[in-house]
């Protein structure tokens, strides 16, 4: 198992530093294919994201610069939101959990499928509370089914704050941070963290961020946008898969 978890560590950092994710949405689902249950696979998953959101965002603010003050405030929000998952997960059944990150999937599809990947509009400034408040929500609902909150954040920043794609989830990984860090504190808390499987995958990430992010910046924001959307949608066919 310890090959096959090093494997998965490679391939979620690759994606979480190409696309901007904590990684959990194609992690989740290859836990659960390789035999773990869902409250399994979101504990190692929140682990992970701990080490490849900090290394991702590391890497990121050497080439992306004016992305982090609604990054704070949206993350000082997802934190608040992360300390409540250990409570849902430990109140949800494991089929609640995988039926709630398929809607969660659906809903970020079409979201994304229906704006621009760059936006000829000037982004949009918004009040303190606003984005902190978006980030609790966010932080709350992704921590308690093993995802960094990106997948919900990239949508609302293209679309409502005029984010182009890219820069979206750089400020998305940049989120992780918090929101990962509090998931991991309260699933801990909780009882609910695999210390060994979660760095195991964890260290193994940091070589695949560092590869994604590099990969990233090469490719242009039409062809970007395409790719964001087969991951979304491959991963959605994977839960429906596992669930139904």
Do not use: C, W
Not at 83 to 97: A, P, R, W
Not at 157 to 166: E, G, T
């Amino acid at each position: 198992m310890i090959f096959e978890l090093l494997l998965f560590g490679l391939l979620t950092g690759f994606v979480s530093g190409f696309f901007g994710v904590g990684g959990g949405m194609l992690l989740v689902p290859m836990l659960l294919m390789a035999g773990f249950i869902m409250k399994e696979a979101i504990a190692i998953s929140v682990m992970q994201m701990v080490f490849s959101s900090i290394f991702g965002s590391f890497l990121n603010s050497k080439k992306q610069s004016g992305v982090f003050v609604d990054g704070v405030l949206i993350g000082i929000g997802g934190f608040l939101g992360g300390l409540n998952s250990g409570f849902i997960v430990s109140s949800l059944s494991n089929e609640t959990l995988q039926y709630f990150f398929i809607i969660i999937l659906i809903a970020s599809i079409l979201k994304i499928f229906s704006t621009p990947a760059v936006h000829d509009r000037k982004e949009k400034n918004h009040s303190k509370l606003l984005l902190i408040f978006v980030g609790i929500i966010i932080g709350t609902i992704a921590m308690s089914i093993g995802v960094g909150g990106s997948i919900m954040l990239t949508p609302i920043l293209v679309a409502f704050m005029n984010y182009d794609l890219k820069k979206a989830t750089t400020l998305g990984l940049f989120f992780v941070i918090f929101s990962s860090t509090a998931g991991f504190i309260s699933l801990s808390y909780h009882g609910h963290m695999l210390y060994t499987q979660g760095l195991t995958v964890g260290i193994a990430s940091l070589i695949g961020v560092y590869f994604g992010i590099k990969i990233k910046h090469m490719i242009n924001i039409t062809s970007y946008k395409k790719y964001v959307l087969f991951l979304y949608i491959g991963t959605l066919f994977i839960m429906i898969y596992k669930t139904i």
